[in-house]
């Protein structure tokens, strides 16, 4: 038997490179568009959550002025004000809904993402 040169001992580990190249390629391109994803997700849970908190404000602007003219005998406390915030707080629930959801995909995002870094 004769030894082998430096050529023959690379050709096997060329060979894992070149089948694992396209392999690790796509695995990469699969965590950047998960974690594009996941900067997307943060976006629009944030802006679901800004939706909320001024849906709340609107709410709460509703309840003081509710309050003030209940106070007020000159004016009739009337039902509007209720409605309008009966209408709100179904608005809010909606979007808390929403936003429930938008966290849930958050951490499937994350749990994708650390899947794939183990590798």
Same mark, same amino acid.
């Given at each position: 038997?004769?030894?082998?040169?430096?050529?023959?001992?690379?050709?096997?580990?060329?060979?894992?490179?070149?089948?694992?190249?396209?392999?690790?390629?796509?695995?990469?391109?699969?965590?950047?568009?998960?974690?594009?994803?996941?900067?997307? *997700?943060?976006?629009? %849970? !944030?802006?679901?959550?800004? +939706?909320? &908190?001024?849906?709340?404000?609107?709410?709460?602007?509703? #309840? /003081?002025?509710?309050?003030?003219? *209940?106070?007020?005998? %000159? !004016?009739?406390?009337?039902? +509007?004000? &209720?409605?309008?915030?009966?209408?709100?707080?179904?608005? #809010? /629930?909606?979007?808390?809904?929403? *936003?429930?959801?938008?966290?849930?995909?958050?951490?499937?995002?994350?749990?994708?993402?650390?899947?794939?870094?183990?590798?």
């Amino acid at each position: 038997m004769r030894p082998l040169d430096a050529d023959e001992e690379q050709e096997p580990e060329q060979d894992w490179e070149r089948l694992l190249s396209p392999v690790l390629d796509a695995v990469r391109r699969d965590v950047t568009a998960l974690k594009r994803e996941h900067v997307r *997700a943060h976006l629009r %849970a !944030r802006r679901k959550l800004l +939706e909320i &908190e001024s849906l709340l404000d609107e709410i709460k602007s509703e #309840v /003081e002025a509710s309050e003030e003219s *209940a106070l007020d005998p %000159a !004016r009739s406390p009337g039902s +509007e004000a &209720e409605e309008r915030v009966m209408k709100l707080c179904e608005k #809010v /629930e909606k979007k808390a809904v929403e *936003a429930a959801l938008m966290g849930k995909r958050i951490v499937e995002i994350h749990q994708q993402i650390d899947s794939y870094e183990c590798c």
